[in-house]
């Protein structure tokens, strides 16, 4: 098989998938059409509607841009049909029913942003910061009738470091799914439409990534220090833990926490107590004090702690829960 041979749809919405199409567009893969999400409603009242990240470069770059409101939707379907695709790429989109995913002759292949079988689902990027991961990466497998447990082509390690917030492992995955998605294509070319794939093995606990809501990235005070520390990273910049903030009168006002840096100072107050001095906010988790380093109020624009000092009275009879 030939790499003139492939054509190709694409399916994805966000930034992160950008980095993969325009790699497919780089590397000269023919994309006979791209498949996205329709235009969402935005502004006070919704009466703009904001194209995807994907359907803005596709159409810079004249490919052919597929909306439907529902994958299984007959006229969509014809459509999808029409383009004669022998392979579609997936990456950040959508679940597909069998009738879409098993359209091609060579199958569709998603770039998944995490080392399966560990976290299948919708957020693998934040719950594996959440869960103070050292490494993650990124995976290629063939869809099937299940989320995310097609059989693996492909897998690129990514190391998290420390002190990494979900958009530093954002970005680095997003240039390494472009990567992995070009040497998929190179197995498949040089494997006649066929590269070797291989069941996925779960050994030991799996974690999962389901979506996240607003509900999800309230803080627990009651876990240690650590874990909030690896909780708030793992949400920032967005969609941000957050917490909400006590005065003395019981008055309580959300406060979104982005960055925090761990200490070994044990806490002498109660959980989520609040210590500060002139430069420094801590909160009190279970075991030790975690320092609070950037955060926002509602309806406030995003301050380091020195800033949200000079504007507070008496914080030692404040709290967080």
């Known amino acids: 098989m030939k790499k003139e041979d492939l054509r190709i749809v694409f399916m994805g919405t966000p930034e992160f998938a950008v980095q993969t199409l325009k790699a497919l567009i780089d590397n000269d893969y023919h994309v006979v059409a791209v498949v996205t999400q329709p235009d969402k409603p935005v502004g006070r009242h919704g009466s703009v509607l904001q194209p995807s990240a994907v359907k803005q470069f596709a159409l810079a770059h004249q490919l052919p841009v597929l909306q439907p409101e529902k994958m299984k939707d007959p006229d969509f379907v014809e459509a999808l049909r029409s383009y004669d695709a022998n392979l579609q790429v997936v990456v950040a989109f959508r679940m597909l029913p069998e009738v879409v995913w098993a359209m091609p002759s060579l199958g569709t292949f998603n770039v998944h942003a995490a080392l399966l079988p560990q976290y299948r689902g919708a957020a693998p990027i934040n719950w594996a910061v959440i869960n103070g991961e050292t490494r993650t990466g990124v995976t290629t497998f063939f869809l099937d009738h299940d989320i995310d447990t097609g059989r693996i082509i492909m897998q690129l390690p990514f190391d998290i470091p420390d002190d990494a917030d979900a958009a530093y492992v954002y970005d680095g995955l997003m240039n390494l799914g472009a990567e992995i998605c070009i040497q998929t294509l190179e197995r498949i070319v ?27 990235c309230q803080i627990d005070w009651n876990s240690s220090a650590r874990q909030v520390y690896n909780f708030v990273r793992g949400l920032s910049p967005s969609p941000g833990a957050w917490t909400t903030l006590k005065s003395p009168e019981g008055n309580g006002v959300v406060m979104k926490i982005f960055r925090t840096t761990k200490t070994s100072m044990s806490g002498t107050g109660r959980v989520g107590q609040i210590v500060a001095d002139r430069k420094h906010l801590y909160v009190t988790a279970s075991d030790e004090l975690l320092q609070i380093d950037e955060l926002q109020l509602a309806g406030k624009k995003r301050m380091d702690a020195a800033a949200f000092l000079n504007g507070m009275k008496n914080l030692e009879n404040y709290f967080v829960v």
């Open 190 to 216: 040089q494997a006649d439409g066929h590269p070797e794939s291989v069941e996925q093995c779960a050994d030991g606990e799996l974690h999962a990534a389901p979506k996240i809501f607003k509900e999800t």
